[in-house]
């Protein structure tokens, strides 16, 4: 580049600030820059507003005198350098997406839920929900398993699961709610005593998933308990789990024969 007839070679920055310091610089140690209209001002001096202008400040002032429009060389302040956060989003009224809580298509099936008045359905709902609570029990996932069978949390709540542990189906008329909806006293009772008959594997399951459920403070925590398994060689017996499952498919069946029945006879 040429400053005053004089070729200067391309160089580093810094080494270029340094040398137009250099330059601009009168006998006196003074930069003159425009802003002060040919008036020198010494580095670090205090200006009349009782600013201290920074070595930074007047190397740009005095780039901006040297190369003018020409050469429009820009030195950005770090404000200018600045990144928007998620703050500065959120306050302007951006609304920031969240993302979706994954779902396993294999476990839907035990949200499903049923009309406590149609008995049929409550089968076919639990008929569907079985499959993914072997899934769970094969996995040893024993906090899922007790999660789906007690309809806890805003995915299972008033499934179809935990509607055939309650009395009657929880409805309000109780027995003779019952026997309205299946046709008479004596069906209402054959239905209730099948229920519960599932209602009582369904709790022994339960209980299991309870007593072999493991409690970690975080994530960290977890994953030092399946290292330490891992290196043990220790594996978990799901051996029991899988029998008291096995006798919930068959008390489900069980009260499947006699909803199909019950259907059949209205």
Same mark, same amino acid.
């Given at each position: 580049?040429?400053?005053?007839?004089?070729?200067?070679?391309?160089?580093?920055?810094?080494?270029?600030?340094?040398?137009?310091?250099?330059?601009?610089?009168?006998?006196?140690?003074?930069?003159?820059?425009?802003?002060?209209?040919? +008036?020198?001002?010494?580095?670090?001096?205090?200006?009349?507003?009782?600013?201290?202008?920074?070595?930074?400040?007047?190397?740009?002032?005095?780039?901006?005198?040297?190369?003018?429009?020409?050469?429009?060389?820009?030195?950005?302040?770090?404000? /200018?350098?600045?990144?928007?956060?998620?703050? /500065?989003?959120?306050?302007?009224?951006?609304?920031?997406? $969240?993302?979706?809580?994954?779902?396993?298509?294999?476990?839907?099936?035990?949200?499903?839920?049923?009309?406590?008045?149609?008995?049929?359905?409550?089968?076919?709902?639990?008929?569907?929900? +079985?499959?993914?609570?072997?899934? +769970?029990?094969?996995?040893? /996932?024993?906090?899922?398993?007790?999660?789906?069978?007690?309809?806890?949390?805003?995915? @299972?709540?008033?499934?179809?699961?935990?509607?055939?542990?309650?009395?009657?189906?929880?409805?309000?008329?109780?027995?003779?709610?019952?026997?309205?909806?299946?046709?008479?006293?004596?069906?209402?009772?054959?239905?209730?005593?099948?229920?519960? /008959?599932?209602?009582?594997?369904?709790?022994?399951?339960?209980?299991?998933?309870? $007593?072999?459920?493991?409690? =970690? =403070?975080?994530?960290?925590?977890?994953?030092?308990?399946?290292?330490?398994?891992?290196?043990?060689? @220790?594996?978990?017996?799901?051996? $029991?789990?899988?029998? +008291?499952?096995?006798?919930?498919?068959? @008390?489900?069946?069980? =009260?499947?024969?006699?909803?199909?029945?019950?259907?059949?006879?209205?």
């Amino acid at each position: 580049i040429m400053i005053a007839g004089t070729r200067i070679p391309l160089v580093p920055l810094e080494l270029a600030l340094l040398l137009v310091s250099a330059l601009c610089c009168n006998s006196s140690g003074f930069i003159t820059t425009p802003t002060t209209r040919g +008036l020198a001002s010494p580095l670090n001096s205090v200006t009349p507003d009782g600013i201290v202008p920074s070595e930074a400040t007047g190397r740009r002032s005095a780039l901006a005198f040297i190369f003018g429009s020409g050469l429009a060389v820009a030195i950005p302040s770090p404000s /200018d350098a600045a990144f928007p956060t998620i703050d /500065d989003y959120a306050a302007n009224g951006a609304k920031i997406p $969240e993302a979706p809580p994954p779902v396993n298509p294999k476990l839907a099936a035990l949200s499903a839920k049923a009309d406590p008045t149609d008995v049929p359905g409550i089968s076919a709902a639990i008929q569907a929900s +079985l499959p993914a609570v072997g899934e +769970l029990v094969s996995d040893a /996932d024993w906090a899922g398993t007790r999660s789906a069978l007690r309809g806890s949390g805003p995915t @299972y709540t008033g499934n179809a699961l935990s509607m055939v542990r309650k009395t009657y189906f929880g409805m309000a008329g109780g027995k003779g709610g019952l026997a309205k909806a299946v046709g008479s006293t004596g069906q209402a009772n054959t239905v209730e005593n099948a229920r519960q /008959d599932l209602a009582s594997a369904l709790a022994e399951l339960e209980d299991f998933a309870l $007593e072999n459920t493991s409690l =970690f =403070f975080n994530s960290v925590d977890k994953k030092e308990m399946e290292k330490l398994m891992a290196e043990t060689g @220790y594996k978990e017996n799901k051996e $029991e789990g899988r029998k +008291l499952f096995v006798a919930v498919k068959s @008390y489900a069946t069980d =009260f499947d024969i006699i909803a199909v029945g019950v259907a059949k006879s209205k």
